[in-house]
């Protein structure tokens, strides 16, 4: 007899970039633990989300925003301007702590280098045990070690990024399958794919992809 196990939890992190569209917003699980980073306070009282932790140097955050939080409830979480992380990045420091998954909202749109930046943290090892995507308006990210299925239909388009180095990767249910090879991050071998049935698998055995769903 199977022992019956806990839920997963969920943290959504709204990031400052661009706002939650209502269909992502729609598309959010039922009362998931929400954390912001800097503006992304303001993205989620906008959308209507409760928020229990507000993250970073709070440059960027409307005095309006940060009021209602205090007022809310919200625990506030302030860090100096002059540091070496990314307020995403340390939003998903204390995510990872909390939860089994993450969900990254907001983290697109502004500056080349932000949207860059936030990609790689996405992958970083220290939250190797947490399953995290990111929702990029149409386009979402997903963070591959061990194995995922992806939530896409037959003639979706799927693109495999190794980040960090090589990874070595197995998948079904795509166009151009890869079995057990290794798919270098200085290389475009994994760009443009396309899946053959619905819910594709990606494995990898060693190292990282970014799976990207534009």
């Given amino acids: 007899m199977a022992l019956p196990t806990e839920p997963a939890v969920t943290v959504v992190v709204v990031a400052g970039g661009d ?39 709070m440059d960027s955050v409307s005095p309006e925003a940060l009021s209602t939080a205090e007022q809310s409830g919200t ?23 909390l939860a089994d998954q993450v969900i990254v909202i907001g983290a697109g749109g502004g500056r080349l280098d932000h949207l860059i930046g936030n990609l790689n943290v996405l992958a970083s090892p220290a939250w190797a045990g947490v399953d995290i995507e990111a929702w990029l308006g149409n386009a979402q990210a997903v963070v591959v070690r061990g194995h995922r299925v992806l939530e896409v239909m037959p003639g979706d ?56 769903i534009p």
Avoid: C, M
Wanted: aromatic share 2%; hydrophobic share 40%; no cysteine.
């Fill in 157 to 212: 388009h799927v693109s495999l990024f190794a980040l960090g180095g090589p990874a070595r990767v197995t998948t079904t249910g795509l166009a151009w399958p890869l079995n057990d090879e290794v798919l270098d991050p200085l290389t475009s071998r994994g760009v443009s794919n396309q899946a053959t049935t619905p819910s594709p698998g990606i494995a990898v055995s060693e190292g990282v992809v970014l799976a990207v």
């Fill in 19 to 57: 706002p939650p569209t209502p269909e992502e917003t729609a598309r959010l699980p039922a009362d998931p633990i929400v954390v912001t980073a800097d503006a992304g306070l303001d993205h989620a009282l906008a959308a209507g989300l409760t928020v229990a932790v507000a993250v970073g140097d």
């Fill in 75 to 97: 625990r506030i979480e302030r860090h100096p301007p002059d540091k070496d992380q990314t307020d995403l990045e340390l939003a998903l420091k204390l995510s990872a702590r």
